[in-house]
């Protein structure tokens, strides 16, 4: 069946083809990553030390409205989704969530990491509080930082808040969880406001 044959050949083909693609995009992107890490200084083990994972850039971002802030926001289709029920859930209990930030680009990343340089802190004081480039779940648009009135943005007094304890209690439902709970293993600090979306 010659037909058949050649009909799976060119599949297979395709497929590899996306294969070498995604390699190439994968190699390209740590390369850019590698290049900023050095320019930044942050230690070669960094990955490896803290456990994380290499986060994609989003592509396809979708808005999800101003932040607290009165930028644009924006996330992946099915995360920004996510947010906009779960938001509107807790509404319906009186909790109001706001948003802080959600998707961030690596340069975007980088330069938050230059200006804190720049004001003399060191790296290594700066990445515990701060993901290297290439490794914030912000970049994956799936990455929420949240807050509720009368909290101070980015504090772990959040942690105190109704809006915290709901989403500890519902967030879930919604696929979106913690990521650095007190202790966490990545060697991060403390962050009750910052969740993700899982799919
Ligand atoms: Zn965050």
């Not at 099915?78 to 109001?96: C, D, F, L, V, Y």
């Not at 293993?185 to 969740?195: C, L, Q, S, T």
Request: some cysteine.
């Amino acid at each position: 069946m010659p037909h058949c044959f050649c009909y799976c050949f060119r599949r297979i083909e395709a497929g590899s083809n996306i294969v070498i693609l995604n390699y190439f995009r994968k190699r390209r992107y740590l390369k850019r990553i590698d290049a900023l890490h050095e320019s930044l200084g942050i230690p070669m083990d960094y990955a490896r030390v803290h456990k994380l994972p290499l986060c994609p850039e989003a592509q396809g971002l979708c808005s999800i409205g101003p932040d607290i802030f009165e930028r644009e926001q924006r996330m992946i289709p099915p995360a920004a989704n996510a947010w906009r029920s779960m938001k509107t859930s807790a509404a319906g209990e009186q909790i109001e969530l706001q948003v802080v930030s959600a998707f961030r680009s690596v340069e975007y990343q980088a330069g938050i990491l230059r200006k804190k340089l720049e004001k003399g802190q060191a790296i290594g004081e700066i990445l515990m509080v701060s993901a290297a480039p290439g490794f914030s779940e912000h970049h994956t648009g799936c990455a929420l930082d949240l807050t509720t009135p009368g909290c101070a943005v980015l504090d772990e007094d959040f942690e105190q808040s109704n809006a915290f304890e709901w989403l500890m209690e519902n967030a879930g439902r919604f696929s979106f969880s913690l990521s650095f709970p007190r202790d966490n293993p990545h060697g991060i600090a403390f962050e009750p406001w910052h969740w993700a979306w899982r799919d």
